[in-house]
Every structure is written in C-alpha cells, then in structure tokens.
C-alpha cells in the first residue's frame, strides 16, 4: 500500500506564490507516477500536474503551464506543486495522488491512491 498526504494550503492573494508539499510513504518502489488535481465544489475534478516518480518526466494542464511547476524529492519521498502568480480561479482543493499504472496520464480514475486535500484559496 501507498499512502500520500498533502499541505502547504492556505489563503494567499493574487500574483502571490506559495508551494504544496506531498509526502509519499508505503510501498513508494511500486509507483509510477504522482500527480496533482484540483476540485471546486460541483465541478469536475481537475488535473493539475503530474511526475514520473523515476526519472525526470513530467506533465501540466494547459491551464498552469509557466506558472505552476512539479518536482520532486526521491529521497525525501516528498512531490511539490510550485504555484507561481496565482489566479482567483486557481482557487480549489488541491489532491496529491500516486499510481502504479505504467505511464498514467490526466485522468482522475488512472490514480488509485489519494489524500485528503489541502485547501487553496486566492482572494483578491
């Protein structure tokens, strides 16, 4: 098993940074990729960014790509969301979520583990 675990959420303004960390612990040798969503109430959840967990590939949503980065730490097991002048719309509960699926992509239903979400919230 594989458990993740975010932080780093909190109220900032817009144009501000911050970064979100995801702890990965478990059986992390199994893992192929980590990623991050993000959910507003009633909509959709949606794919922020995702990494490879070995080796240096990763992968944004149009929607964040040249403000908002991934990296990670192996030997720290920790994945980070770097958020760079954020939007009033960036507003959400950000999920950490990790998977075994060889080569998952941006779908919510690839990841079969997540944690419990930290809160985003831009104001103006």
């Known amino acids: 098993q594989v458990q993740v675990a975010e932080s780093g959420g909190r109220t900032v303004q817009t144009g501000d940074s911050l970064r979100l960390s995801c702890s990965v612990s478990g059986r992390t040798a199994s893992l192929d990729t980590v990623a991050w969503f993000r959910q507003v109430p009633g909509k959709e959840r949606e794919f922020v960014a995702a990494?490879?967990?070995?080796?240096?590939?990763?992968f944004a949503a149009a929607s964040v790509k040249g403000r908002f980065d991934i990296s990670k730490d192996n030997a720290q097991n920790k994945v980070y969301l770097w958020m760079n002048n954020v939007k009033l719309e960036d507003t959400a509960l950000y999920y950490c979520?990790?998977?075994?699926?060889?080569?998952?992509?941006?779908?919510?239903?690839?990841?079969?583990?997540w944690g419990q979400g930290t809160q985003v919230t831009v104001s103006s």
């Open positions: 979520a990790a998977t075994k699926t060889r080569d998952a992509g941006v779908s919510r239903w690839e990841y079969e583990y």
């Open positions: 990494t490879r967990w070995i080796g240096r590939n990763s």
